[in-house]
Structures are given as structure tokens and as C-alpha cells.
């Protein structure tokens, strides 16, 4: 079980690089600012000969989508794929922020005794919770991603 938000894993395909590369722009759109339509492949961002970065396209709201990056290695009869999800970096910024300013703010009153024991606990409790639904949140669209993109890059899909 992985508590923090990053997953790193390795695809192997017997493919050529330029048929993976190939797989992977039919499935890989430039990033747009807004979208209108509905049609369109299930990831954007960028591919190039040495890896890309992506994330996949979503009609909702979700801050903890994972960005996937991924670095090509070729080796002499198969293609290696080293990929990693994480969290954008000012999600995670956002998330200390904010927890150091909650905790500051809630621990010195619980300390005083200024909050009845009960109202404490759920005080403790409530960002705790937060974070579970967070990390619920990223780890399924973690694995949905990694299961898309192995079957991506083996031509599944």
C-alpha cells in the first residue's frame, strides 16, 4: 500500500520506439486552454523522442489528476518505458499550506482547553478524512492512467 501520491512503474514492449512513439501521438493531443467538444483522444501534453508528459483529459473538476512522465530507453530488441504519476507540485504546496495553517491554528486552542474534547477530536479528525478522500481520489485515477497506458504503448488499445 503507497500512501504518498507517486507511483513509479516500467513497461516493456518488444515494439521499435518509433511504433510506441507512433501508439502514443495517436492517443496524445497539444494542451488547450478550453475545450468544447467532446470528441477528442484521452490525453494531452507532449511526446518527444526522449520521453513525454501527459495527463489525461477530464470534463471535471479534479486537482489531483496525476502528471505522468515518461522516459524512453531502447535496448536492442525491445523499448523500455520508465513512467511516473505524481501530483502537481502546487497541489502538494497547496496541501502543506494549508494543513500547517489548520494545525496552527486548531492545536494551541485544543491545548488551552478553550474546546470541549469532543469538538477536538473532530477538529483533529476532519483534514485527516480530507486527505483519505484525496488520496482515494488520486490513486484511482492513478490506476485507471496506468492501466490506459500499458495498454497504449503494447497496442491493446
Excluded: C
Excluded at 479534479?62 to 505522468?68: A, M
Amino acid at each position: 500500500m503507497k500512501v504518498l501520491p507517486h507511483d513509479s512503474f516500467t513497461i516493456l514492449t518488444p515494439d521499435a520506439l518509433p511504433i510506441v512513439i507512433q501508439r502514443l501521438n495517436a492517443k496524445i493531443e497539444p494542451q488547450k486552454a478550453f475545450r468544447f467538444s467532446k470528441k477528442h483522444v484521452p490525453y494531452q501534453g507532449t511526446i518527444s523522442e526522449e520521453g513525454f508528459q501527459i495527463s489525461r483529459i477530464i470534463h471535471y473538476r479534479n486537482s489531483f489528476l496525476p502528471v505522468i512522465q515518461g522516459r524512453f530507453e531502447v535496448e536492442a530488441h525491445q523499448t523500455i518505458i520508465h513512467v511516473q504519476m505524481s501530483i502537481h507540485f502546487f497541489i502538494m504546496a497547496f496541501l502543506g499550506f494549508w494543513f500547517l495553517f489548520w494545525y496552527s491554528a486548531v492545536v494551541p486552542i485544543i491545548l488551552t482547553g478553550a474546546m470541549p474534547n469532543y469538538m477536538a477530536a473532530l477538529f483533529v479528525g476532519m483534514p485527516m478524512f480530507m486527505l483519505f478522500i484525496f488520496w482515494i481520489s488520486f490513486w484511482s485515477e492513478a490506476n485507471r492512467s496506468r492501466s490506459e497506458l500499458t495498454q497504449i504503448i503494447q497496442g491493446q488499445i
